[in-house]
Structures are given as C-alpha cells and as structure tokens.
C-alpha cells in the first residue's frame, strides 16, 4: 500500500512505518505479503498504538519530523486509490503535499495549527479503551461470553471508535466487511456522523 | 490452600494475584483516576492510562515512542528511526 511511496522518498531521510491494528499476525499476514514493504510492517495486536495516538480508525496517518514531533496529527489518508469507490477520498492530496514535505519544498503546518486539529482522548475514551483490552484478554483466555460484554461496553462508551466497535468484529464472530458492519455504519452516518475524518485544511 | 485468583492487566502484563488483594488494587487504581475495567466474575481487571496523560504527551507533540513487533516477531521501536522523517500509518485488515 505504502511501499512505492517510501521507495521515491526514502532517499530524502524518509521511512514509513505502518502498523497493523488486527487480533492477530495471520489476520495481518496477507496483506504484508502482498505488498512487500521494505519499510518497518508492525503489528499491534493490543491497540498499543491507538491508545498512544488516540487512533479510532483506519486508516490513520501521522506525519512525525527528524526530531520526532508530530507536525502532522491524525489525518485519514490512502496509498493508493484502491478503494476511493468505496471511500470517496483520493490518495493523491495526501500524496502531494507528503513529497512536498519530505523533499524540503514545503514546511509541515505550524505546531499551533497541529495542535489545533489535534483530537485529545477524554475520560470515556480511555475507559473504552480499557474495556477492550479486558475483552481481548478474556476473549484470549477462551471466554468469549465475557469478551463481548466488555466488547459492547466499549462500543457504548466510545461509538465513534471503529477500531473497538469494527476492530472486534472478527473476535466476535461478525463479519467486518458484512452486514453487521453495513448496519451500525448506516445507522452511524445517518445520524450526521462522518465514517472518515479528515483534516479540515 | 490457594483461594480463587485475581488477574489483574496492568502495562500490557497480566498478574495472578489472590482475589481480594487483585480487586483491592483495581479499587485503588481506579480511585487514582485509572480507567479500570473490572469483571468480578471473570476475576480480571484491565487497568488503562488516564485521559489527561495521553492528552498532555499528545499536545506536547513529542511523538510517543513505542516497540512492535514485525511479521516475524522482530521488536522495532519509533525511536530508532529518530533523524528521519517517518510516516505513521495505522491500517488494519477489517
């Protein structure tokens, strides 16, 4: 996904990084196996990464400088435009003003403006984040039943989180892509909320 | 004779400790402002990080560091790559 794009800038002191925040490393495996990244490819089985960054969907990218700042915070951003018939968003903007970043053409925003934009966790957040991580464990430990409550509690106190409220689908014996996941993305969207939340610019 | 046990899920690491000292502690992390999920019939408790702590690392800007591991279970850590320009994504196969 994100290989040709660290293939031209990775001359200019650029790396990606993705991280994949599945249940497993099979769950993950054919997708680094079909695209071959020569970049770091993490998994992240725990959310580590989505409870550090605040991260409720995929995909999420952040723009981190050579002294490791965020100059870009979550931003909703595609490699390819693989899926824009389904996304409606086009890789190329993102594309554009990465390289234009990366090669020294164009600053990133200034940090007043990235902390504007920043999204921050609230207490509700956290406490969903928690009841995921004793849902995973119990669901680990072979006690699905118990997974699912804490599963559902965590949907409740942070609907907007897809990677709880999507992301445990396959752990609940939903299907992700099917119609469970059609049903609370309609009911979702059609309380005015948007699936994908882009940087206002 | 050991009594029923108490997992309690701090850091990522997961403690067997007797039943009443497990839920004491989860009791007194969540009285310190933890986020605590707590399952007294399942004897487990997962204890998370506060809001206002992950609200100031993230308004710092200083990038949080963390280790992952790869594919093949090799740890690689955001730090490492400090003096590169680094773009993070986070993807997933659902």
């Known amino acids: 996904m994100w290989q040709a794009v660290y293939e031209e800038l990775k001359g200019f002191g650029f790396t990606v990084i993705t991280v994949a925040l599945d249940k497993s490393p099979e769950d993950a495996r054919p997708w680094i196996d079909a695209g071959k990244p020569a970049h770091p490819s993490l998994i992240d089985t725990r959310h580590v990464l989505a409870d550090l960054y605040n991260i409720v969907n995929v995909p999420t990218i952040l723009w981190l400088d050579e002294r490791g700042r965020i100059v870009r915070p979550n ?8 899926f824009k018939h389904i996304t409606g968003l086009e890789a190329a903007k993102h594309l554009t003003a990465l390289r234009a970043w990366v090669r020294g053409e164009a600053p990133a925003m200034p940090e007043a403006r990235a902390r504007q934009l920043q999204s921050l966790p609230t207490e509700r957040d956290q406490q969903a984040r928690a009841e995921f991580g004793l849902g995973e ?11 699912e409550r804490h599963f559902v509690r965590a949907g409740e106190l942070a609907p ?20 469970q996941f059609r049903e609370m993305l309609g009911a979702w ?8 939340r882009p940087l206002s610019e | ?16 400790l007797p039943y009443a000292e497990g839920v004491e502690r989860a009791t007194r992390a969540e009285a310190a402002g933890r986020p605590v999920a707590l399952d007294l019939e399942e004897g487990a408790a997962y204890l998370g990080v506060p809001a206002s702590e992950r609200a100031r690392q993230l308004s710092s800007l200083e990038a949080p560091d963390f280790a992952l591991p790869d594919l093949q279970g090799a740890l ?3 730090s490492a790559h400090r003096g590169k320009k680094v773009l993070l994504v986070a993807y997933a196969s659902w």
């Open chain 2, 76 to 78: 690689h850590a955001l």
């Open chain 1, 75 to 82: 931003d909703v951003a595609f490699g390819t435009d693989t």
């Open chain 2, 1 to 16: 004779m050991a009594g029923p046990t108490f997992t309690l899920i701090d850091d990522g690491r997961a403690v067997d």
């Open chain 1, 160 to 179: 907007h989180d897809f990677t709880i409220r999507r992301g445990t689908m396959p752990m609940r014996g939903l299907d992700p892509m099917g119609p």
């Open chain 1, 137 to 147: 464990w119990l669901y680990e430990q072979g006690r699905p039943a118990a997974a």
């Open chain 1, 189 to 196: 969207t059609k309380a005015g909320n948007p699936y994908y």
